[in-house]
Protein backbone atom coordinates (compact mmCIF):
# COMPACT_ATOMS: atom_id res chain seq x y z
CA UNK A 1 0.00 0.00 0.00
CA UNK A 2 1.59 3.72 -0.97
CA UNK A 3 -0.37 5.13 1.59
CA UNK A 4 -2.17 4.99 5.13
CA UNK A 5 -5.70 5.29 4.73
CA UNK A 6 -8.22 7.29 6.69
CA UNK A 7 -11.67 6.32 7.81
CA UNK A 8 -14.91 7.82 9.73
CA UNK A 9 -16.72 6.23 12.42
CA UNK A 10 -20.58 6.80 12.82
CA UNK A 11 -21.20 5.31 17.01
CA UNK A 12 -18.47 4.48 19.47
CA UNK A 13 -19.32 7.85 21.51
CA UNK A 14 -18.23 8.75 25.22
CA UNK A 15 -18.58 5.51 27.20
CA UNK A 16 -19.80 3.17 24.41
CA UNK A 17 -18.53 -0.45 24.09
CA UNK A 18 -17.29 -1.32 20.46
CA UNK A 19 -16.04 1.91 19.43
CA UNK A 20 -12.78 2.09 20.66
CA UNK A 21 -12.26 -1.60 19.95
CA UNK A 22 -12.31 -0.77 16.34
CA UNK A 23 -10.68 2.30 16.49
CA UNK A 24 -7.33 0.09 18.03
CA UNK A 25 -8.37 -2.89 15.91
CA UNK A 26 -8.28 -0.71 12.52
CA UNK A 27 -4.53 1.08 13.79
CA UNK A 28 -2.88 -1.76 15.29
CA UNK A 29 -0.83 -1.90 12.12
CA UNK A 30 -0.44 1.89 10.82
CA UNK A 31 -2.32 1.13 7.68
CA UNK A 32 -5.39 3.49 8.55
CA UNK A 33 -5.79 6.44 10.80
CA UNK A 34 -8.96 8.10 11.87
CA UNK A 35 -10.02 11.02 10.11
CA UNK A 36 -13.96 11.82 11.07
CA UNK A 37 -17.10 10.65 13.21
CA UNK A 38 -20.33 10.96 14.10
CA UNK A 39 -20.22 9.58 17.25
CA UNK A 40 -23.09 10.34 19.11
CA UNK A 41 -26.81 11.25 18.26
CA UNK A 42 -26.00 14.40 20.54
CA UNK A 43 -23.57 17.17 19.05
CA UNK A 44 -21.53 17.80 22.27
CA UNK A 45 -20.91 14.55 23.46
CA UNK A 46 -19.89 13.55 19.34
CA UNK A 47 -17.55 17.06 19.44
CA UNK A 48 -16.37 15.41 23.13
CA UNK A 49 -15.16 11.95 21.42
CA UNK A 50 -13.54 13.76 18.68
CA UNK A 51 -11.55 16.38 20.86
CA UNK A 52 -10.74 12.96 22.97
CA UNK A 53 -9.05 10.99 19.56
CA UNK A 54 -7.52 14.04 17.96
CA UNK A 55 -9.99 14.68 15.07
CA UNK A 56 -10.06 18.44 13.33
CA UNK A 57 -13.37 19.79 14.65
CA UNK A 58 -14.40 20.81 11.41
CA UNK A 59 -14.63 17.11 10.70
CA UNK A 60 -16.88 16.07 13.79
CA UNK A 61 -20.37 15.52 13.40
CA UNK A 62 -23.74 15.73 15.15
CA UNK A 63 -25.45 13.45 12.79
CA UNK A 64 -24.02 10.62 9.90
CA UNK A 65 -26.31 12.07 7.55
CA UNK A 66 -24.48 15.34 7.65
CA UNK A 67 -21.16 13.50 7.64
CA UNK A 68 -21.76 11.43 5.00
CA UNK A 69 -23.00 14.43 2.78
CA UNK A 70 -20.24 16.83 4.31
CA UNK A 71 -17.10 13.84 3.49
CA UNK A 72 -18.62 12.99 0.41
CA UNK A 73 -17.94 16.44 -1.25
CA UNK A 74 -14.46 16.68 -0.62
CA UNK A 75 -12.08 16.35 -2.88
CA UNK A 76 -11.61 12.58 -3.88
CA UNK A 77 -7.86 12.68 -2.51
CA UNK A 78 -9.03 14.45 0.87
CA UNK A 79 -11.96 11.66 0.79
CA UNK A 80 -12.14 9.11 3.61
CA UNK A 81 -11.34 5.92 2.26
CA UNK A 82 -13.74 3.17 4.68
CA UNK A 83 -16.60 4.35 7.23
CA UNK A 84 -17.22 2.29 10.47
CA UNK A 85 -20.72 1.76 12.02
CA UNK A 86 -20.51 0.94 15.31
CA UNK A 87 -23.99 2.09 16.18
CA UNK A 88 -27.04 0.02 18.21
CA UNK A 89 -28.59 -2.34 16.02
CA UNK A 90 -31.56 -0.54 14.39
CA UNK A 91 -29.35 2.19 12.71
CA UNK A 92 -26.47 -0.11 11.15
CA UNK A 93 -28.94 -0.48 7.73
CA UNK A 94 -29.75 3.73 7.51
CA UNK A 95 -26.06 4.64 8.35
CA UNK A 96 -24.39 1.63 6.15
CA UNK A 97 -26.91 2.90 3.13
CA UNK A 98 -26.39 6.70 3.90
CA UNK A 99 -22.38 6.11 3.36
CA UNK A 100 -22.47 3.00 0.55
CA UNK A 101 -24.69 5.39 -1.90
CA UNK A 102 -22.36 8.88 -1.17
CA UNK A 103 -19.38 5.90 -2.54
CA UNK A 104 -17.81 5.18 0.45
CA UNK A 105 -16.56 1.34 1.51
CA UNK A 106 -18.17 0.40 4.87
CA UNK A 107 -17.41 -1.75 7.66
CA UNK A 108 -20.45 -2.28 9.85
CA UNK A 109 -20.89 -4.34 13.12
CA UNK A 110 -23.37 -7.41 13.53
CA UNK A 111 -25.74 -8.17 13.33
CA UNK A 112 -26.14 -6.43 9.71
CA UNK A 113 -29.81 -5.04 10.34
CA UNK A 114 -32.75 -5.72 12.01
CA UNK A 115 -34.52 -7.31 8.88
CA UNK A 116 -33.69 -9.91 6.24
CA UNK A 117 -35.40 -7.19 3.70
CA UNK A 118 -32.86 -4.90 4.94
CA UNK A 119 -30.21 -7.14 4.89
CA UNK A 120 -31.24 -8.10 1.24
CA UNK A 121 -31.43 -4.32 -0.04
CA UNK A 122 -27.85 -3.97 1.52
CA UNK A 123 -26.79 -7.00 -0.71
CA UNK A 124 -28.09 -5.84 -3.76
CA UNK A 125 -26.63 -1.60 -3.14
CA UNK A 126 -23.09 -3.30 -2.42
CA UNK A 127 -23.50 -6.15 -5.36
CA UNK A 128 -24.39 -3.07 -7.67
CA UNK A 129 -21.29 -1.03 -7.03
CA UNK A 130 -17.58 -1.42 -6.60
CA UNK A 131 -17.75 -0.68 -2.72
CA UNK A 132 -15.88 -3.32 -0.40
CA UNK A 133 -18.29 -4.38 2.51
CA UNK A 134 -17.35 -6.61 5.61
CA UNK A 135 -18.86 -7.34 8.49
CA UNK A 136 -17.13 -7.75 11.85
CA UNK A 137 -17.80 -11.06 12.98
CA UNK A 138 -14.33 -10.61 14.29
CA UNK A 139 -13.86 -14.35 16.04
CA UNK A 140 -12.88 -15.32 12.35
CA UNK A 141 -10.16 -13.39 12.92
CA UNK A 142 -8.41 -15.72 15.53
CA UNK A 143 -5.23 -17.47 14.44
CA UNK A 144 -6.00 -20.81 15.64
CA UNK A 145 -9.73 -20.66 14.00
CA UNK A 146 -8.46 -19.71 11.05
CA UNK A 147 -5.96 -23.20 12.26
CA UNK A 148 -9.05 -24.95 12.41
CA UNK A 149 -10.75 -24.02 9.04
CA UNK A 150 -7.43 -24.34 7.37
CA UNK A 151 -7.93 -28.57 9.38
CA UNK A 152 -11.30 -28.66 8.03
CA UNK A 153 -10.27 -27.68 4.33
CA UNK A 154 -7.30 -30.32 4.11
CA UNK A 155 -10.08 -33.08 5.16
CA UNK A 156 -7.86 -33.83 8.11
CA UNK A 157 -10.93 -34.68 10.16
CA UNK A 158 -12.41 -36.83 7.54
CA UNK A 159 -16.38 -36.41 6.80
CA UNK A 160 -17.69 -33.70 9.51
CA UNK A 161 -20.76 -34.88 11.22
CA UNK A 162 -21.43 -32.85 14.43
CA UNK A 163 -21.00 -29.03 14.99
CA UNK A 164 -21.21 -27.77 18.46
CA UNK A 165 -21.42 -23.98 18.62
CA UNK A 166 -22.27 -22.19 22.36
CA UNK A 167 -21.77 -18.52 23.81
CA UNK A 168 -22.31 -18.10 27.08
CA UNK A 169 -22.74 -15.03 28.83
CA UNK A 170 -23.69 -14.26 32.44
CA UNK A 171 -24.02 -10.44 32.75
CA UNK A 172 -27.61 -10.27 31.97
CA UNK A 173 -28.41 -12.54 35.19
CA UNK A 174 -30.84 -9.59 36.41
CA UNK A 175 -32.45 -6.64 34.90
CA UNK A 176 -29.54 -4.53 34.49
CA UNK A 177 -31.49 -2.79 32.09
CA UNK A 178 -33.37 -0.99 34.40
CA UNK A 179 -30.80 0.79 36.05
CA UNK A 180 -30.25 2.45 32.58
CA UNK A 181 -26.99 0.28 31.58
CA UNK A 182 -26.48 1.14 28.29
CA UNK A 183 -25.24 -1.38 26.32
CA UNK A 184 -28.43 -3.29 28.04
CA UNK A 185 -31.19 -0.60 27.48
CA UNK A 186 -30.61 -1.11 23.82
CA UNK A 187 -30.05 -5.06 23.59
CA UNK A 188 -33.16 -5.96 25.74
CA UNK A 189 -35.45 -3.68 23.79
CA UNK A 190 -36.69 -4.96 20.28
CA UNK A 191 -36.94 -1.37 18.44
CA UNK A 192 -33.23 -1.27 19.00
CA UNK A 193 -31.74 -4.43 19.05
CA UNK A 194 -34.38 -6.33 16.48
CA UNK A 195 -36.08 -9.58 16.35
CA UNK A 196 -33.87 -11.23 18.29
CA UNK A 197 -31.80 -10.78 22.35
CA UNK A 198 -29.05 -13.16 22.97
CA UNK A 199 -28.98 -14.44 19.53
CA UNK A 200 -28.47 -11.37 17.50
CA UNK A 201 -26.25 -9.89 20.14
CA UNK A 202 -24.19 -13.41 20.10
CA UNK A 203 -25.85 -16.04 18.14
CA UNK A 204 -24.74 -14.10 15.15
CA UNK A 205 -20.99 -14.97 15.92
CA UNK A 206 -21.43 -18.41 16.73
CA UNK A 207 -23.75 -19.10 13.83
CA UNK A 208 -20.55 -17.43 11.62
CA UNK A 209 -17.69 -19.08 13.45
CA UNK A 210 -19.76 -22.29 12.43
CA UNK A 211 -20.08 -21.52 8.78
CA UNK A 212 -16.52 -19.88 8.64
CA UNK A 213 -14.88 -23.12 9.82
CA UNK A 214 -16.78 -25.62 8.23
CA UNK A 215 -17.81 -23.82 5.26
CA UNK A 216 -21.03 -25.31 5.78
CA UNK A 217 -24.64 -23.76 6.02
CA UNK A 218 -27.48 -24.17 7.94
CA UNK A 219 -30.45 -26.12 6.29
CA UNK A 220 -32.95 -26.43 8.88
CA UNK A 221 -33.11 -25.74 12.67
CA UNK A 222 -35.71 -25.90 15.74
CA UNK A 223 -35.12 -24.00 18.68
CA UNK A 224 -36.40 -22.88 22.36
CA UNK A 225 -35.70 -19.36 23.37
CA UNK A 226 -36.62 -18.28 26.48
CA UNK A 227 -36.67 -14.80 28.47
CA UNK A 228 -35.51 -15.94 31.86
CA UNK A 229 -35.03 -12.28 33.48
CA UNK A 230 -38.95 -11.04 34.00
CA UNK A 231 -40.40 -8.23 32.07
CA UNK A 232 -37.37 -8.45 29.29
CA UNK A 233 -38.61 -8.52 25.91
CA UNK A 234 -36.26 -10.42 24.13
CA UNK A 235 -35.09 -13.58 24.99
CA UNK A 236 -31.66 -13.89 27.04
CA UNK A 237 -31.39 -17.73 26.59
CA UNK A 238 -31.65 -19.87 23.85
CA UNK A 239 -31.14 -23.63 22.61
CA UNK A 240 -30.93 -24.88 18.59
CA UNK A 241 -30.76 -28.27 17.03
CA UNK A 242 -29.59 -27.14 13.83
CA UNK A 243 -29.14 -29.35 10.77
CA UNK A 244 -26.32 -28.13 8.37
CA UNK A 245 -26.04 -28.55 4.67
CA UNK A 246 -24.41 -32.52 3.66
CA UNK A 247 -27.00 -34.25 7.12
CA UNK A 248 -24.40 -32.76 9.49
CA UNK A 249 -25.83 -32.32 12.87
CA UNK A 250 -25.26 -30.14 15.67
CA UNK A 251 -26.43 -27.81 18.71
CA UNK A 252 -25.96 -23.86 18.83
CA UNK A 253 -26.72 -22.66 22.41
CA UNK A 254 -26.31 -19.22 23.91
CA UNK A 255 -26.88 -17.74 27.31
CA UNK A 256 -26.81 -14.16 28.55
CA UNK A 257 -28.24 -15.47 31.79
CA UNK A 258 -25.54 -17.91 32.59
CA UNK A 259 -24.64 -16.56 35.62
CA UNK A 260 -20.64 -15.88 36.15
CA UNK A 261 -19.75 -16.50 32.50
CA UNK A 262 -17.76 -13.80 30.75
CA UNK A 263 -17.45 -14.55 26.57
CA UNK A 264 -17.94 -18.18 26.71
CA UNK A 265 -17.90 -18.88 22.87
CA UNK A 266 -16.68 -22.30 22.06
CA UNK A 267 -16.80 -24.63 19.18
CA UNK A 268 -16.31 -28.34 18.65
CA UNK A 269 -16.28 -29.87 15.16
CA UNK A 270 -16.47 -33.70 15.18
CA UNK A 271 -15.51 -35.71 11.61
CA UNK A 272 -14.83 -39.14 10.70
CA UNK A 273 -11.08 -38.83 11.50
CA UNK A 274 -11.12 -36.61 13.99
CA UNK A 275 -12.38 -33.84 15.62
CA UNK A 276 -11.35 -30.45 17.00
CA UNK A 277 -12.41 -28.06 19.99
CA UNK A 278 -11.76 -24.51 20.99
CA UNK A 279 -12.75 -22.32 23.47
CA UNK A 280 -12.55 -18.26 23.65
CA UNK A 281 -10.75 -18.42 26.99
CA UNK A 282 -7.82 -20.36 25.61
CA UNK A 283 -7.88 -18.69 22.18
CA UNK A 284 -4.35 -19.43 21.47
CA UNK A 285 -5.02 -23.26 21.72
CA UNK A 286 -6.71 -26.02 19.30
CA UNK A 287 -6.98 -29.16 20.03
CA UNK A 288 -6.98 -31.98 17.64
CA UNK A 289 -8.06 -35.56 18.60
CA UNK A 290 -8.64 -38.99 16.72
CA UNK A 291 -10.35 -41.49 17.48
CA UNK A 292 -7.41 -43.29 18.92
CA UNK A 293 -7.31 -41.06 21.90
CA UNK A 294 -4.38 -38.85 21.21
CA UNK A 295 -4.74 -35.08 21.40
CA UNK A 296 -2.82 -32.52 20.14
CA UNK A 297 -2.77 -28.78 21.39
CA UNK A 298 -1.87 -26.71 18.79
CA UNK A 299 -1.06 -23.52 19.67
CA UNK A 300 -0.28 -20.29 17.77
CA UNK A 301 2.67 -18.90 16.25
CA UNK A 302 4.35 -21.79 15.86
CA UNK A 303 6.33 -22.62 12.08
CA UNK A 304 4.49 -25.51 11.82
CA UNK A 305 0.99 -23.98 11.93
CA UNK A 306 -1.19 -23.69 8.93
CA UNK A 307 -0.08 -20.74 6.46
CA UNK A 308 -3.42 -18.59 7.07
CA UNK A 309 -2.73 -18.69 10.94
CA UNK A 310 0.61 -18.07 10.86
CA UNK A 311 -0.36 -14.82 8.58
CA UNK A 312 -2.59 -13.88 11.55
CA UNK A 313 -0.20 -13.90 14.77
CA UNK A 314 2.35 -10.96 15.27
CA UNK A 315 4.47 -11.63 18.32
CA UNK A 316 6.21 -14.79 19.27
CA UNK A 317 3.90 -17.69 21.08
CA UNK A 318 3.49 -17.63 24.46
CA UNK A 319 3.81 -13.76 24.29
CA UNK A 320 -0.37 -13.33 24.59
CA UNK A 321 -2.48 -12.09 21.63
CA UNK A 322 -6.52 -11.46 22.25
CA UNK A 323 -9.39 -9.87 21.18
CA UNK A 324 -7.86 -6.25 19.47
CA UNK A 325 -5.81 -8.19 17.61
CA UNK A 326 -8.35 -10.87 16.59
CA UNK A 327 -10.23 -7.70 15.00
CA UNK A 328 -7.30 -6.51 14.11
CA UNK A 329 -6.80 -9.30 11.65
CA UNK A 330 -9.97 -8.40 9.96
CA UNK A 331 -9.27 -4.77 9.88
CA UNK A 332 -5.89 -5.73 8.14
CA UNK A 333 -7.35 -7.65 5.60
CA UNK A 334 -10.36 -5.01 4.85
CA UNK A 335 -7.66 -2.18 4.74
CA UNK A 336 -5.77 -3.91 2.11
CA UNK A 337 -8.42 -4.60 0.17
CA UNK A 338 -9.37 -1.09 -0.08
CA UNK A 339 -5.66 0.01 -0.47
CA UNK A 340 -5.74 -2.20 -3.50
CA UNK A 341 -9.01 -1.27 -5.18
CA UNK A 342 -7.39 2.33 -4.58
CA UNK A 343 -4.30 1.42 -6.75
CA UNK A 344 -6.01 -0.13 -9.07
CA UNK A 345 -4.64 -3.29 -8.20
CA UNK A 346 -6.46 -6.76 -7.61
CA UNK A 347 -6.46 -7.61 -4.34
CA UNK A 348 -5.03 -10.65 -2.69
CA UNK A 349 -6.90 -13.55 -2.18
CA UNK A 350 -5.76 -14.17 1.45
CA UNK A 351 -6.49 -10.61 1.92
CA UNK A 352 -10.23 -11.63 1.29
CA UNK A 353 -10.31 -13.28 4.02
CA UNK A 354 -13.26 -11.40 6.19
CA UNK A 355 -17.17 -11.40 6.49
CA UNK A 356 -19.11 -9.74 3.99
CA UNK A 357 -22.62 -8.22 3.66
CA UNK A 358 -23.71 -11.79 1.81
CA UNK A 359 -22.32 -13.13 5.65
CA UNK A 360 -24.30 -10.48 7.25
CA UNK A 361 -27.90 -11.23 5.10
CA UNK A 362 -27.25 -14.78 6.21
CA UNK A 363 -26.85 -14.23 10.01
CA UNK A 364 -30.24 -12.34 9.59
CA UNK A 365 -31.78 -14.79 7.89
CA UNK A 366 -30.69 -17.49 10.39
CA UNK A 367 -31.85 -14.82 12.95
CA UNK A 368 -35.26 -14.37 11.38
CA UNK A 369 -35.77 -18.42 11.47
CA UNK A 370 -34.64 -19.31 14.51
CA UNK A 371 -37.33 -17.05 15.85
CA UNK A 372 -40.20 -18.48 13.95
CA UNK A 373 -38.54 -21.76 15.26
CA UNK A 374 -39.17 -20.72 18.84
CA UNK A 375 -42.90 -19.06 18.31
CA UNK A 376 -43.99 -22.49 16.35
CA UNK A 377 -41.94 -24.90 18.73
CA UNK A 378 -41.64 -26.71 15.22
CA UNK A 379 -38.61 -27.12 12.91
CA UNK A 380 -38.27 -24.68 10.25
CA UNK A 381 -36.47 -24.52 6.96
CA UNK A 382 -33.29 -22.40 7.15
CA UNK A 383 -31.97 -23.02 3.53
CA UNK A 384 -31.40 -19.50 2.25
CA UNK A 385 -28.98 -17.37 -0.89
CA UNK A 386 -28.53 -13.62 -0.02
CA UNK A 387 -29.25 -11.71 -3.39
CA UNK A 388 -26.28 -9.92 -5.84
CA UNK A 389 -23.40 -11.50 -6.59
CA UNK A 390 -21.18 -13.12 -4.19
CA UNK A 391 -17.94 -11.17 -2.67
CA UNK A 392 -18.27 -14.88 -0.83
CA UNK A 393 -15.35 -14.81 1.53
CA UNK A 394 -16.08 -17.32 4.29
P1 LIG B 1 -22.98 1.11 22.82
O1 LIG B 1 -24.35 1.42 23.30
O2 LIG B 1 -21.87 0.97 23.79
O3 LIG B 1 -22.51 2.24 21.78
C1 LIG B 1 -23.34 2.71 20.76
C2 LIG B 1 -22.87 4.09 20.36
O4 LIG B 1 -23.63 4.53 19.23
C3 LIG B 1 -23.04 5.16 21.45
O5 LIG B 1 -21.88 5.94 21.53
C4 LIG B 1 -24.19 6.00 20.94
O6 LIG B 1 -24.10 7.35 21.35
C5 LIG B 1 -23.96 5.90 19.44
N1 LIG B 1 -25.13 6.28 18.65
C6 LIG B 1 -26.44 5.97 18.90
N2 LIG B 1 -27.21 6.57 17.97
C7 LIG B 1 -26.38 7.25 17.13
C8 LIG B 1 -26.58 8.05 16.00
N3 LIG B 1 -27.80 8.29 15.50
N4 LIG B 1 -25.50 8.61 15.39
C9 LIG B 1 -24.25 8.40 15.87
N5 LIG B 1 -24.01 7.62 16.95
C10 LIG B 1 -25.06 7.06 17.57
O7 LIG B 1 -23.11 -0.18 21.93
P2 LIG B 1 -21.96 -1.25 21.63
O8 LIG B 1 -21.96 -2.29 22.66
O9 LIG B 1 -20.69 -0.54 21.34
O10 LIG B 1 -22.55 -1.92 20.30
C11 LIG B 1 -22.56 -1.22 19.08
C12 LIG B 1 -22.72 -2.21 17.92
O11 LIG B 1 -21.62 -3.11 17.94
C13 LIG B 1 -23.96 -3.10 18.02
O12 LIG B 1 -24.48 -3.32 16.75
C14 LIG B 1 -23.44 -4.40 18.61
O13 LIG B 1 -24.21 -5.51 18.20
C15 LIG B 1 -22.05 -4.45 18.04
N6 LIG B 1 -21.08 -5.13 18.90
C16 LIG B 1 -20.22 -6.01 18.33
C17 LIG B 1 -19.26 -6.66 19.08
C18 LIG B 1 -18.30 -7.59 18.42
O14 LIG B 1 -17.65 -8.37 19.11
N7 LIG B 1 -18.14 -7.55 17.11
C19 LIG B 1 -19.19 -6.44 20.45
C20 LIG B 1 -20.06 -5.51 21.01
C21 LIG B 1 -20.99 -4.86 20.23
Avoid at 10 to 31: K, N, T
Avoid at 32 to 45: L, M, N, T, V
Avoid at 83 to 105: K, Q, S
Avoid at 273 to 282: F, T, Y
Wanted: charged share 25%; proline share 5%; net charge negative.
Amino acid sequence: MTRRLTYGMVGGGPGAFIGDVHRMAAELDGLARIAAGAFSSDPERSAAKGAEVGLDPARVYGSYAEMAASEAARAPERRLDFVIVATPNHLHFDVARAFLEAGFHVVCDKPLTTTVADAEALCRLVGAGDRVFALTHNYSGYPMIKDARALVREGRLGEIRRIQLEYFQGWLSTALEESGHPQAAWRTDPARAGVAGALGDIGTHAHHLGRYVTGLEVEALCGELTTFVPGRRLEDDASLLVRWSGGVQGTLTVSQVAAGEENGLALRVFGSEGSIAWRHDDAETLWLRTPDGRARARRRGHGWISPAAAGASRVPPGHPEGFIEGFANLYRNVIRTIGALNEGRRPDEADLDFPTVRDGARGVHFLERAVESGRRGAWVDARYEPPGPGEATS
